[in-house]
C-alpha cells in the first residue's frame, strides 16, 4: 500500500494500551497492530489517561513510547462515573450485547456522554493535520466524529465497533437513538466485525431511519453517505505461536500437565462479564457431569474469569454468582481427590496464557453476545498440530462466522453445549487434526496486520474518492436522462 508521506494515522480510544517495543512478547494484539501503523506513519495515538482530576483542563500529555506518539487527557471524576462507567458500561454495553433487562437509560449519563466526546474533539483538534486520516475505536466514542465534522475537520475519518451491533428492536429503546446512528454518518467509513452487526445496523437505518442502501454498498441517510464494511479482527497469530516457545509459557504448560494427573481438561478463559456466558457454562458442565458419570473424575474444567469493571454493580453481582454457582458444583459432585471446577480470578500473563491454552484438550468459548471474541482465536494459535485441543464456540460470537470448523453451540441450551463436550471428548485425532487445521489457516490469514490494513486502506480509498474532481455535469446529466 502506497500511502502519502505527510498523511499519519491518529487513532483515538477511550484507554490507550501503551506500546511495548517492538516484538516484545506481552503486548497485547490489538496495541501491537495499532502501535505497529503507527510508527509506520509517525502517527498519533490519542486517548483518556486514565487519570481522574478536579476540573477538564484540556491539557494533552504527549509521550514517545516505542517510537509513537501517546497524547492522552485526564478526565473530570464525575465525566468517568456518568460517560465511561454510566453511558458506555451500563447503558451502550449492556444493551448491545442484548440485556436491555441490565441497561439503564439516565439522561445525566447520556449528557456526560455528549460533554466528554465535545472535551475529546476540542483537545484532538489542533493535532490534526491537512493530510491525516483519523481512526476512531469502539463505543464510547460514537460521536466523536460528528464533533470533529462540526468544528471543519474534512480528513477521511472511519470509525470501528468492537461490540455487536444489536437488532433494530433493541436499539429502539434508547433514548434518542436517532442522534446516534445518525453520528455514525459523519465518518466515511463505519466498520463490524460480521455482516450480521452491519446488516443489523443497515436495517435500523432502511426501516427507521428512512435510509436508503447505494449499488455500491453505501448507505445514504440523514442527507449524508457512509461506507458500512465487515473487518473482522484477529490475532497476532505469528507473534502467538512465537510466545508458546517462551519459557514462562513452557513453564505454565508443564505445571498444568503434572496437574492434570491424566484428566483432560476443558478450559474457559473470559474477562468476567454477563456477555460470556460463564454462568450458563458452569450449568452446561453440570449437566454433564450429572448425565454422564462415566465422565467424573475423567475431566476437570479449569475457568479463568478476570475481575473488570469493579465500579458498576452488575459485575459485582457476577462475581458472587459465579462463585456460588461452582462452589455448590463442587459440593455436590468433588471427591477426595477431584474436584470438577478450577474457578481462578487471578489475571494471566499472555505467555503464561499461551501455555494454559497449549495444555487444554477442549476449549469452551460460549458468550451468549460476543462482537469477535479472540480467545476463540488464541487458542487454535497455541495448539500443538500433532495433538491440538478442540474449540466448542458459540453460534452468537462474531467469531462463529469465520471458524466454521469449531464445534458450534448454543450456549443457551445446557444440553447443546453439553452433547458438544462429549463429542470434542471422544473425537479421533484424525478430525481434530483437519479442523484444526482449517482453522489454523483462517487465524493466519485474517490476522490482526490484515485486520488493520484492510480498514486503512478503506479509509485511504474513501479519502481518495471524496478528492476526485467532480464528474462534469452534462455526462452527470446524460446518464440520469
Ligand atoms: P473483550 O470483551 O475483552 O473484547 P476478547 O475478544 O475475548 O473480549 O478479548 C479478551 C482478551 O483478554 C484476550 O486477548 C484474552 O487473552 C485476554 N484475557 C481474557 N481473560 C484473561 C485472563 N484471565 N488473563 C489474561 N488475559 C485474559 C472486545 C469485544 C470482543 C472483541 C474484542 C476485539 O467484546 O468481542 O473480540 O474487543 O475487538
Sequence with gaps: ????????????????????????????????????????????????????????????????????????????????????????????????????????????????????????????????????????????LIPLGRELRERGVKNAIGFFLH?????????????????????????????????????????????????????????????????????????????????????????????????????????????????????????????????????????FLLQISTYTRSEVTAYQDMIERLDSISGRINGAHAEMDWIPIRNVHRMHSREELAGIYRAADVALVTPLRDGMNLVAKEFVAAQDEANPGVLVLSRFAGAAWQMRDALIVNPFSQEDVSDAVKRALAMPLKERQSRWRALMDGVERDDINAWRDNFVAAMHEARDQGRKPPRPRIAAARKDG
Excluded: C
Excluded at 20 to 44: W, Y
Excluded at 57 to 82: P, Y
Excluded at 173 to 196: A, I, K
Design 1 to 140: 500500500m502506497e500511502h502519502s508521506a505527510l498523511s499519519r494515522l491518529i487513532v483515538v480510544s477511550n484507554r490507550i494500551s501503551a506500546p511495548a517495543p517492538e516484538g516484545a512478547a506481552s503486548q497485547g494484539g490489538l496495541a501491537m497492530a495499532i502501535s505497529a501503523a503507527l510508527r509506520q506513519s509517525s502517527g498519533i495515538w490519542f486517548g483518556w489517561s486514565g487519570n481522574a482530576i478536579d476540573e477538564f483542563t484540556g491539557q494533552i500529555s504527549m509521550q514517545r513510547e516505542a517510537g509513537v506518539t501517546i497524547a492522552t487527557i485526564d478526565l473530570e471524576a464525575q465525566d468517568i462515573d456518568e460517560y465511561y462507567n454510566g453511558y458506555a458500561n451500563r447503558t451502550l454495553w449492556p444493551l448491545f450485547h442484548y440485556r436491555i433487562d441490565l441497561t439503564q437509560y439516565e439522561r445525566s449519563f447520556g449528557e456526560a456522554y455528549a460533554r466528554v466526546n465535545k472535551r475529546f474533539a476540542d483537545t484532538l483538534l489542533p493535532l490534526i493535520g491537512p493530510d491525516d486520516i483519523v481512526w476512531i475505536q469502539d463505543y464510547h
Design 163 to 299: 461490540i455487536p451491533w444489536p437488532a433494530r428492536e433493541l436499539i429502539l429503546t434508547l433514548p434518542r437513538h436517532r442522534q446516534l446512528v445518525e453520528s455514525l454518518f459523519h465518518y466515511d467509513v463505519v466498520g463490524f466485525h460480521t455482516e450480521e452487526w452491519k446488516a443489523a445496523f443497515q436495517s435500523y437505518v432502511i426501516n427507521d431511519a428512512d435510509g436508503m442502501a447505494l449499488s455500491d454498498g453505501r448507505l445514504t441517510a440523514f442527507g449524508r453517505t457512509v461506507r458500512p464494511g465487515a473487518f473482522p479482527i484477529g490475532i497476532d497469530a505469528q507473534g502467538f505461536k512465537d510466545l508458546i516457545q517462551s519459557p514462562v509459557a513452557q513453564e505454565s504448560y508443564d505445571r498444568i500437565i503434572e496437574s492434570k494427573a491424566g484428566r483432560k481438561m476443558l478450559l474457559g478463559v473470559d474477562r468476567l462479564d454477563y456477555s460470556k456466558g460463564i454462568d450458563e457454562r458452569l450449568l452446561a458442565y453440570e449437566r454433564l457431569l450429572t448425565d454422564s458419570p462415566e465422565l467424573r473424575r475423567q475431566i
